[in-house]
Structure formats: structure tokens, C-alpha cells
């Protein structure tokens, strides 16, 4: 398949309908969604110094290369930019990577399935995302997005009545509740374990992690437990 004449015919078509979509979306009469023509990672990539004057130059968002397209388009365009990639570079290549990654991030991030999957489209993007591996940089950047502030649920004050359903399914009424792992279950997760090591990094972070639980645990303990008086 000519993926980049499926791309770029995708790309045109929206073009020649911008105004009536961004007509659409504006009154909210359908869905659409903003796509970078060049992919702002390859840009980035391509030229690293536009990751700190982003907002200065402003090249990435220029009106040539933003395009709203449906999700269904969305998608598509994604899926032609991965497999054209693979097919120039590789499957190892950055650009590749990328590419795959931001389908993965798609499918993630979109919890209402706006997008829709086939089992061999699912089996290519992992595949493509196990071979090459995420890097260093990436892991602390999604490590960033979700910790603290920028974490969804932070500051979030959940409602009492909310709590008391939240305890209900905790302790005996939980499903799990004084159930038993069979013999035959037992075995196969320590076959799964069997051989398996954490590194010396993973070995400091979890000791430190169980000395401040048990840390936090004992000045609990203190605080709640009230001396009786003398008689």
C-alpha cells in the first residue's frame, strides 16, 4: 500500500473543508481534532532547538501545518505515518518509534474508544514498541505527567457518600475475601518469578519506600494509642 498518497489525500480533503470544520466545531455540531501535518516529535527530532523556544518561534503550529481532522481521520493518518516510517527507516529508527508510540498514547489516553482497533494493528504497534523500548528520557517524562499536580485525581475531594461505597467493596465484603490460591496457581507464579531480579536501584528505592511506611506507621501508632492515667 502507498501510504503516503493515503496520507496526503486525507490531508487534502480536510484542507478543502477547514472552514466548514472549524465552522463545526466551533458551534459544536461534530468532533474533530487537531493534527500536526509534519508530527511536532519528528520536528523535534529534526530541529531540538524548538523544544525551548517553542512559544517564540511557534513554527510547529503554524496554519500550514495544523489540520482538524475526525478521529476516524485521526487515527488513520497516524497508522500511515507509523507504517510509513517502518517501511523508510526500520522498525529500530527514532522516527518509527515515535510514531508507534503516539498510537499507543492515543488508545491510552482515550478511555471513551473514540478509536477502534484490529488485533493485527494491535500486534504491530507492540511489537514495534518492544523491540526498540522506551528510553531513559521518555520514562521521566511520563513519570512527570503523572505525578503530583499533574496527576488527574490531584486535589480531587472525593464526597462522603462516595468514600462510604469505595469501603463497602474493602475487608470481608470484598469478592476476594477469604479465598485461596489452589495448589496449581501457586505454581505458576513462582514459575513466572522463578529467575527473576530487580536492580540495585529498584532494591535502594523499595527499601527506602518500606522504612517510611513503617516509619509513618509507628507515629500513627503513637499518636493513637493515649496513655491510661495513674490511680
Avoid at 500486534?123 to 518492544?130: H, N, Q, V, Y
Avoid at 505525578?147 to 470481608?172: A, C, D, L, V
Wanted: overall charge positive; charged content about 30%; hydrophobic content about 25%.
Amino acid at each position: 500500500m502507498d501510504y503516503l498518497s493515503v496520507y496526503k489525500s486525507i490531508i487534502r480533503k480536510s484542507k478543502s473543508e477547514q472552514k466548514l470544520r472549524l465552522f463545526n466545531k466551533k458551534n459544536k455540531l461534530e468532533y474533530y481534532e487537531d493534527h500536526h501535518v509534519i508530527p511536532k516529535s519528528i520536528m523535534l527530532l529534526r530541529k531540538p532547538w524548538l523544544e525551548n523556544n517553542r512559544k517564540k518561534s511557534n513554527l510547529m503550529n503554524q496554519p500550514w501545518n495544523r489540520v482538524l481532522l475526525t478521529t476516524r481521520e485521526h487515527f488513520l493518518v497516524h497508522r500511515c505515518l507509523a507504517k510509513l516510517c517502518e517501511k523508510l527507516y526500520g522498525p529500530t529508527h527514532q522516527y518509527t518509534y515515535k510514531m508507534f508510540y503516539v498510537i499507543e498514547q492515543m488508545l491510552n489516553t482515550n478511555t471513551d474508544s473514540k478509536y477502534k482497533v484490529t488485533s493485527t494493528t494491535y500486534g504491530c504497534l507492540k511489537r514495534i514498541i518492544s523491540i526498540r523500548g522506551r528510553s531513559e528520557e521518555t520514562k521521566k517524562k511520563h513519570s512527570a505527567s503523572i505525578s503530583g499536580k499533574n496527576h488527574w485525581s490531584f486535589g480531587i475531594q472525593r464526597p462522603e457518600s462516595t468514600r462510604k461505597k469505595m469501603r463497602i467493596y474493602h475487608g470481608k465484603n470484598s469478592k476476594i475475601f477469604g479465598t485461596k490460591q489452589t495448589i496449581e496457581h501457586s505454581k505458576k507464579i513462582g514459575k513466572a518469578l522463578t529467575g527473576k531480579t530487580h536492580t540495585e536501584e529498584h532494591r535502594r528505592n523499595n527499601s527506602i519506600a518500606q522504612k517510611e511506611f513503617h516509619k509513618k506507621k509507628k507515629l500513627q501508632t503513637q499518636h493513637t494509642i493515649t496513655p491510661h492515667p495513674i490511680i
